[in-house]
């Protein structure tokens, strides 16, 4: 099956800092997604970007699918945006998401 | 009311014994989903669903069976819990009109003694 790795596992941030996560996969996909997995455990889905670029607020993600990468931007980093972050990715036809092992983000006030 | 609902939301229990983790939805959303999480691990592939009829083994069903009594309710079993079946537990929902974005539940987090 397809594989999904994340870059870094573990990321320490000051307030007001910016960041870029990294999602790479082994084949061409069909959907790719970003959560966000709250300190208390809840996963909401950040953004739908099988290709392309997205904004919401702070947050940005781009997808090349061609060189099978994605990455998330966080930009002036807040408290709230600790958390666990995902990218899960489908290929071929079933759109039955593999999950990376996520990276791990701490913001500090 | 949340969309996609757990239930319980803790469990504790022993070896040996029974237990279902029940999931319900109110989306209208055709396929449902069951998954674990360990730590470091990411989110594993239990069970799916595409629709009432239709069941799936995930990445790692051993241990594990479904029941999708209703478009709206994917129930989750553990015959004979162990103790490495101790995780948090995730439902989600989703479909082809949303562009399959999967949407979960708040989770059930289950030690097995």
């Known amino acids: 099956g397809i594989q999904v790795e994340q870059s870094p596992p573990d990321l320490i941030l000051q307030e007001g800092a910016n960041s870029t996560l990294r999602c790479n996969f082994s084949?061409?996909?069909?959907?790719l997604q970003w959560f966000h997995q709250n300190p208390w455990g809840q996963l909401i889905n950040l953004f739908y970007i099988p290709s392309g670029t997205k904004q919401n607020g702070r947050l940005s993600a781009t997808t090349v699918a061609t060189e099978r990468y994605s990455l998330l931007y966080i930009s002036s980093s807040q408290t709230t945006d600790s958390g666990v972050y995902f990218c899960a990715v489908s290929s071929g036809g079933s759109y039955i998401p593999t999950f990376g092992r996520g990276t791990s983000l701490i913001v500090h006030p | 009311d949340a969309d996609v609902t757990q239930t319980p939301r803790n469990r504790i229990t022993k070896t040996g014994k029974r237990i279902m983790l029940e999931c319900s939805q109110t989306?209208?959303?055709?396929?449902m989903y069951w998954y674990r999480q360990d730590p470091g691990l990411g989110l594993r592939l239990i069970y799916y669903?595409?629709?009432?009829?239709?069941?799936n083994k995930g990445e790692i069903s051993d241990g594990y069976s479904v029941s999708r009594q209703a478009q709206a309710k994917f129930s989750l079993s553990l015959e004979s819990a162990i103790p490495n079946q101790t995780a948090l537990y995730f439902c989600?929902?989703?479909?082809?009109?949303?562009?399959?974005?999967?949407?979960f539940g708040p989770g059930t987090r289950l030690l097995v003694l």
């Open positions: 669903s595409f629709d009432v009829k239709d069941i």
């Open positions: 989306k209208g959303h055709d396929r």
């Open positions: 084949d061409s996909v069909n959907n």
């Open positions: 989600a929902t989703s479909d082809l009109y949303s562009q399959e974005t999967q949407y």
